[in-house]
C-alpha cells in the first residue's frame, strides 16, 4: 500500500493550492481517502475526506466553503483543492486510506485511518 502525496508549497494568504493523493496497493472503492493537517506544536486534525465507493464527502468546519475534495477513481488519486488560505493553515498535509464499505459513512477519526502518506508542507504567509 502506498499513498504519494505532492502539491504543497509556498503561497500568499488568499491563494490557492490543489494537493494530489496517488494510492495504489488496495482497491480504491474499498476505502475512504482522507485528508488531515499538522500544524507545528499542534494535534493532527481532519480537514476532508471523501468516500471513493460513492463519492461522500466531509469536510471540517473551518475549511467548509474553501476547500474542496475530489476523486478519480480511474486513476486512484484523490485531489484537495484549498482556496482563499489563511496564514493559520501552515502546516504539513496528509492524506490516509480507512477501510470503507458501502453505508458505513465517511470516516473522520484518525485512528479509522491505515495507510498514510508521506505529507506534504504547506506555507501560507500574510
Known amino acids: 500500500v502506498q499513498l504519494v502525496v505532492s502539491g504543497g508549497g509556498l503561497v500568499q494568504a488568499g491563494g490557492s493550492l490543489r494537493l494530489s493523493c496517488a494510492a495504489s496497493g488496495f482497491t480504491f472503492d474499498d476505502y475512504a481517502i482522507g485528508w488531515f493537517r499538522q500544524a507545528p506544536g499542534k494535534e493532527r486534525v481532519v480537514v476532508s475526506c471523501?468516500?471513493?465507493?460513492?463519492?461522500?464527502?466531509y469536510y471540517a468546519d473551518s475549511v467548509k466553503g474553501r476547500f474542496t475534495i475530489s476523486s478519480d477513481n480511474a486513476k486512484n488519486k484523490v485531489y484537495l483543492q484549498m482556496n482563499r488560505l489563511k496564514p493559520e493553515e501552515t502546516a504539513v498535509y496528509y492524506c490516509?486510506?480507512?477501510?470503507?464499505?458501502?453505508?458505513?459513512?465517511?470516516?473522520?477519526?484518525?485512528?479509522?485511518?491505515?495507510?498514510w502518506g508521506q505529507g506534504t508542507q504547506v506555507n501560507v504567509y500574510s
Open positions: 471523501i468516500s471513493s465507493g460513492d463519492g461522500s464527502t
Open positions: 490516509a486510506a480507512a477501510p470503507w464499505r458501502r453505508g458505513w459513512g465517511t470516516p473522520v477519526e484518525l485512528v479509522a485511518y491505515d495507510y
